[in-house]
Protein backbone atom coordinates (compact mmCIF):
# COMPACT_ATOMS: atom_id res chain seq x y z
CA UNK A 1 0.00 0.00 0.00
CA UNK A 2 1.67 3.31 -1.21
CA UNK A 3 0.98 6.86 -0.48
CA UNK A 4 2.18 9.90 -2.88
CA UNK A 5 1.96 13.28 -1.45
CA UNK A 6 1.07 15.79 -4.33
CA UNK A 7 -0.49 19.35 -4.91
CA UNK A 8 -1.69 18.80 -8.24
CA UNK A 9 -3.96 15.62 -9.85
CA UNK A 10 -2.89 13.86 -13.26
CA UNK A 11 -5.57 13.22 -15.79
CA UNK A 12 -5.64 9.57 -14.47
CA UNK A 13 -6.44 10.75 -10.81
CA UNK A 14 -8.93 12.92 -12.50
CA UNK A 15 -10.93 10.75 -13.90
CA UNK A 16 -11.20 8.56 -11.08
CA UNK A 17 -15.03 8.38 -10.41
CA UNK A 18 -14.34 7.87 -6.51
CA UNK A 19 -12.10 9.36 -3.99
CA UNK A 20 -10.56 8.66 -0.59
CA UNK A 21 -11.84 11.79 2.21
CA UNK A 22 -9.69 12.37 5.18
CA UNK A 23 -12.67 14.39 6.94
CA UNK A 24 -11.72 16.31 10.14
CA UNK A 25 -13.95 17.91 12.97
CA UNK A 26 -11.59 19.56 15.14
CA UNK A 27 -9.37 17.17 16.75
CA UNK A 28 -11.66 14.43 15.23
CA UNK A 29 -11.68 12.06 11.81
CA UNK A 30 -14.52 10.39 10.25
CA UNK A 31 -13.94 6.47 10.10
CA UNK A 32 -16.09 3.00 10.22
CA UNK A 33 -16.16 0.42 12.57
CA UNK A 34 -13.10 -0.93 10.82
CA UNK A 35 -11.06 2.52 11.23
CA UNK A 36 -11.55 3.06 7.61
CA UNK A 37 -11.81 6.20 5.94
CA UNK A 38 -14.76 7.36 3.71
CA UNK A 39 -14.30 6.03 -0.25
CA UNK A 40 -17.03 8.83 -1.51
CA UNK A 41 -18.78 9.23 -4.87
CA UNK A 42 -16.38 12.61 -6.37
CA UNK A 43 -19.52 14.19 -7.47
CA UNK A 44 -21.77 13.94 -4.37
CA UNK A 45 -18.44 15.04 -2.40
CA UNK A 46 -17.95 18.04 -4.36
CA UNK A 47 -21.79 19.00 -4.21
CA UNK A 48 -21.39 18.97 -0.25
CA UNK A 49 -17.40 20.31 -0.04
CA UNK A 50 -17.31 22.72 -2.87
CA UNK A 51 -14.08 24.62 -3.18
CA UNK A 52 -13.49 23.53 0.87
CA UNK A 53 -11.83 20.19 -0.29
CA UNK A 54 -8.30 20.22 -0.94
CA UNK A 55 -6.07 17.63 -2.76
CA UNK A 56 -2.99 16.10 -1.27
CA UNK A 57 -1.98 12.90 -3.15
CA UNK A 58 -2.92 9.21 -3.81
CA UNK A 59 -3.08 6.29 -2.16
CA UNK A 60 -3.14 3.03 -4.79
CA UNK A 61 -3.88 6.05 -7.52
CA UNK A 62 -6.35 7.02 -5.42
CA UNK A 63 -7.10 10.29 -4.99
CA UNK A 64 -7.12 11.60 -1.63
CA UNK A 65 -8.66 14.79 -0.03
CA UNK A 66 -8.72 16.77 2.81
CA UNK A 67 -12.05 18.61 4.41
CA UNK A 68 -13.87 19.92 7.21
CA UNK A 69 -16.71 17.53 8.29
CA UNK A 70 -19.41 20.03 9.21
CA UNK A 71 -21.47 19.81 13.03
CA UNK A 72 -23.82 16.91 13.02
CA UNK A 73 -22.51 16.45 9.10
CA UNK A 74 -21.40 12.52 9.80
CA UNK A 75 -24.77 11.85 10.99
CA UNK A 76 -26.48 13.08 7.67
CA UNK A 77 -27.75 11.00 4.29
CA UNK A 78 -24.52 12.33 2.51
CA UNK A 79 -22.56 9.76 4.35
CA UNK A 80 -23.27 6.07 5.37
CA UNK A 81 -24.36 5.86 8.76
CA UNK A 82 -21.70 3.25 9.83
CA UNK A 83 -19.02 6.23 9.64
CA UNK A 84 -18.40 8.08 13.24
CA UNK A 85 -15.98 10.55 14.61
CA UNK A 86 -13.18 9.14 15.79
CA UNK A 87 -10.70 10.98 18.37
CA UNK A 88 -7.20 11.82 16.03
CA UNK A 89 -4.84 10.47 18.47
CA UNK A 90 -6.86 7.40 19.20
CA UNK A 91 -7.00 6.66 14.88
CA UNK A 92 -3.16 6.82 15.25
CA UNK A 93 -3.15 4.34 17.94
CA UNK A 94 -5.06 2.14 15.95
CA UNK A 95 -3.74 3.10 12.46
CA UNK A 96 -1.04 1.62 10.55
CA UNK A 97 2.15 3.56 9.81
CA UNK A 98 1.00 4.55 6.04
CA UNK A 99 -2.61 5.29 7.58
CA UNK A 100 -0.76 7.95 10.18
CA UNK A 101 0.86 9.62 7.48
CA UNK A 102 -1.74 10.29 5.49
CA UNK A 103 -3.76 11.53 7.88
CA UNK A 104 -1.03 13.61 9.54
CA UNK A 105 -0.49 14.99 6.18
CA UNK A 106 -4.02 15.70 5.53
CA UNK A 107 -4.78 17.32 9.17
CA UNK A 108 -1.96 19.87 8.03
CA UNK A 109 -2.71 20.76 4.66
CA UNK A 110 -6.11 21.26 5.70
CA UNK A 111 -5.11 23.51 8.83
CA UNK A 112 -2.72 25.61 5.88
CA UNK A 113 -6.30 26.53 4.36
CA UNK A 114 -8.40 26.59 7.34
CA UNK A 115 -5.39 29.00 9.31
CA UNK A 116 -4.09 31.24 6.54
CA UNK A 117 -7.84 32.49 5.11
CA UNK A 118 -6.77 35.65 5.78
CA UNK A 119 -3.22 37.52 4.76
CA UNK A 120 -1.17 37.88 8.40
CA UNK A 121 0.54 41.11 6.82
CA UNK A 122 -2.44 42.97 5.51
CA UNK A 123 -5.54 41.18 6.41
CA UNK A 124 -6.70 40.51 2.74
CA UNK A 125 -8.39 37.16 2.20
CA UNK A 126 -5.84 34.85 0.46
CA UNK A 127 -5.89 32.44 -2.86
CA UNK A 128 -4.98 28.79 -2.86
CA UNK A 129 -1.81 28.28 -5.39
CA UNK A 130 -2.63 25.89 -8.34
CA UNK A 131 -0.63 22.87 -8.18
CA UNK A 132 1.71 23.95 -4.84
CA UNK A 133 0.24 22.96 -0.80
CA UNK A 134 0.49 27.35 -0.65
CA UNK A 135 -2.21 30.07 0.28
CA UNK A 136 -1.36 33.63 -1.58
CA UNK A 137 -2.32 36.96 -0.36
CA UNK A 138 -3.47 38.77 -3.73
CA UNK A 139 -2.62 42.49 -2.70
CA UNK A 140 0.51 42.56 -0.98
CA UNK A 141 1.93 38.49 -2.68
CA UNK A 142 2.94 37.54 1.39
CA UNK A 143 2.99 33.83 0.88
CA UNK A 144 1.84 30.91 3.95
CA UNK A 145 3.03 27.37 3.58
CA UNK A 146 2.06 24.72 5.87
CA UNK A 147 2.93 25.40 9.63
CA UNK A 148 6.07 23.07 10.68
CA UNK A 149 7.05 23.75 14.71
CA UNK A 150 10.21 21.57 15.66
CA UNK A 151 10.69 20.49 18.61
CA UNK A 152 13.12 18.25 20.89
CA UNK A 153 12.17 15.45 22.68
CA UNK A 154 14.86 13.72 24.57
CA UNK A 155 16.00 10.39 26.56
CA UNK A 156 17.71 11.83 29.51
CA UNK A 157 19.70 9.09 31.22
CA UNK A 158 21.61 8.38 34.66
CA UNK A 159 23.68 4.84 34.70
CA UNK A 160 20.62 2.31 34.36
CA UNK A 161 17.93 4.96 35.08
CA UNK A 162 15.80 7.16 32.88
CA UNK A 163 13.96 10.74 33.45
CA UNK A 164 10.51 10.75 32.93
CA UNK A 165 7.55 13.31 33.61
CA UNK A 166 4.17 13.55 33.67
CA UNK A 167 3.15 17.03 31.49
CA UNK A 168 0.24 19.27 32.74
CA UNK A 169 -1.57 18.96 29.90
CA UNK A 170 -1.13 15.18 28.98
CA UNK A 171 -4.29 13.92 27.81
CA UNK A 172 -3.43 10.47 29.51
CA UNK A 173 -2.90 11.81 33.04
CA UNK A 174 -1.30 8.77 34.39
CA UNK A 175 0.76 8.79 31.94
CA UNK A 176 5.03 9.69 32.12
CA UNK A 177 7.14 10.36 29.19
CA UNK A 178 10.83 11.88 28.32
CA UNK A 179 10.64 15.55 28.46
CA UNK A 180 10.22 18.05 25.15
CA UNK A 181 10.16 21.05 24.37
CA UNK A 182 10.03 23.52 21.03
CA UNK A 183 13.14 25.56 19.63
CA UNK A 184 13.20 28.64 20.37
CA UNK A 185 14.67 31.48 17.35
CA UNK A 186 18.34 31.23 17.13
CA UNK A 187 18.54 28.15 18.92
CA UNK A 188 20.75 24.99 18.08
CA UNK A 189 18.52 22.14 18.49
CA UNK A 190 21.06 20.68 21.20
CA UNK A 191 20.94 23.95 23.38
CA UNK A 192 17.29 23.21 23.47
CA UNK A 193 18.01 19.77 24.70
CA UNK A 194 19.90 21.51 27.63
CA UNK A 195 17.71 24.15 27.98
CA UNK A 196 14.34 22.65 28.47
CA UNK A 197 15.65 20.17 30.79
CA UNK A 198 17.22 22.30 32.71
CA UNK A 199 13.94 24.60 32.95
CA UNK A 200 11.60 21.86 33.72
CA UNK A 201 13.70 20.09 35.82
CA UNK A 202 16.79 21.42 37.26
CA UNK A 203 18.68 18.68 35.45
CA UNK A 204 21.67 19.21 33.68
CA UNK A 205 22.22 16.79 30.65
CA UNK A 206 26.05 16.40 28.50
CA UNK A 207 26.96 14.19 25.28
CA UNK A 208 23.52 15.36 23.79
CA UNK A 209 23.13 13.12 20.34
CA UNK A 210 20.46 12.85 17.92
CA UNK A 211 18.59 9.67 17.49
CA UNK A 212 15.66 10.26 14.63
CA UNK A 213 12.19 12.30 13.99
CA UNK A 214 8.78 11.93 13.83
CA UNK A 215 6.39 14.35 12.04
CA UNK A 216 3.87 14.62 14.98
CA UNK A 217 0.65 17.06 13.77
CA UNK A 218 -0.71 17.77 17.06
CA UNK A 219 -0.77 20.01 15.67
CA UNK A 220 1.97 20.85 13.22
CA UNK A 221 5.16 19.48 15.20
CA UNK A 222 8.20 17.80 14.07
CA UNK A 223 9.66 15.73 16.79
CA UNK A 224 13.01 15.94 16.74
CA UNK A 225 14.63 13.05 19.03
CA UNK A 226 18.06 12.39 21.23
CA UNK A 227 19.25 11.18 24.32
CA UNK A 228 21.42 12.81 27.15
CA UNK A 229 23.55 12.20 29.97
CA UNK A 230 22.98 13.30 33.23
CA UNK A 231 25.45 15.93 34.63
CA UNK A 232 24.52 17.21 37.67
CA UNK A 233 21.12 18.33 39.41
CA UNK A 234 18.52 17.34 42.19
CA UNK A 235 15.14 16.82 40.44
CA UNK A 236 13.14 20.28 41.26
CA UNK A 237 9.88 20.39 38.70
CA UNK A 238 8.30 23.79 36.79
CA UNK A 239 4.96 23.48 38.17
CA UNK A 240 3.22 25.29 34.92
CA UNK A 241 4.81 22.67 32.73
CA UNK A 242 5.18 19.30 34.88
CA UNK A 243 2.81 17.62 37.26
CA UNK A 244 5.45 15.28 38.08
CA UNK A 245 9.26 13.49 37.54
CA UNK A 246 11.47 10.94 38.75
CA UNK A 247 13.92 8.87 37.47
CA UNK A 248 12.88 5.25 37.07
CA UNK A 249 14.57 2.18 36.46
CA UNK A 250 15.07 -0.03 32.94
CA UNK A 251 12.91 -2.93 34.71
CA UNK A 252 10.74 -0.75 36.59
CA UNK A 253 8.93 2.18 34.03
CA UNK A 254 5.31 3.76 34.56
CA UNK A 255 2.38 3.73 32.32
CA UNK A 256 5.00 5.11 29.02
CA UNK A 257 3.77 6.05 25.30
CA UNK A 258 2.94 3.79 22.73
CA UNK A 259 5.42 2.24 20.93
CA UNK A 260 4.81 4.14 17.55
CA UNK A 261 5.55 7.39 18.61
CA UNK A 262 9.20 8.65 19.10
CA UNK A 263 8.85 9.28 23.10
CA UNK A 264 7.82 5.42 23.30
CA UNK A 265 10.58 4.10 21.12
CA UNK A 266 13.30 6.50 22.82
CA UNK A 267 12.12 4.70 26.08
CA UNK A 268 11.72 1.09 24.90
CA UNK A 269 15.56 1.26 23.43
CA UNK A 270 16.77 2.56 26.55
CA UNK A 271 14.98 -0.10 28.41
CA UNK A 272 16.57 -2.89 25.56
CA UNK A 273 20.21 -1.56 26.14
CA UNK A 274 20.21 -2.14 29.53
CA UNK A 275 18.31 -5.38 29.79
CA UNK A 276 21.07 -6.28 27.38
CA UNK A 277 23.62 -5.19 30.14
CA UNK A 278 22.27 -6.86 33.01
CA UNK A 279 20.70 -10.32 31.92
CA UNK A 280 18.79 -11.61 34.48
CA UNK A 281 21.02 -14.45 36.16
Not at 7 to 18: G, K, L, M
Not at 152 to 180: E, Q, Y
Request: charged residues 25%; contains cysteine; aromatic residues 10%.
Amino acid sequence: MTFTASASETETTAAEPRALYFLFDTGHILVDQDNALPCLDRKEAEKRFGGNRFFFGTFNALPCYCATLAPGAHKGPELPSLYTRLNLRAFFLRADDTAREMAGYARQILDLHLNSRFCGRCGTPTRPVPGEHVRKCPACNHTAYPRISPAMITAVTKDDKILLARGINFPNKKMFSVLAGFVSPSETLEDCVRREVFEETRIRVDRVRYVRSQPWPFPDSLMIGFTARYQSGEIRIDPEEIAEAAWFAYDDLPLIPDAHTLAGQLIRKFARQQHRKHPPA
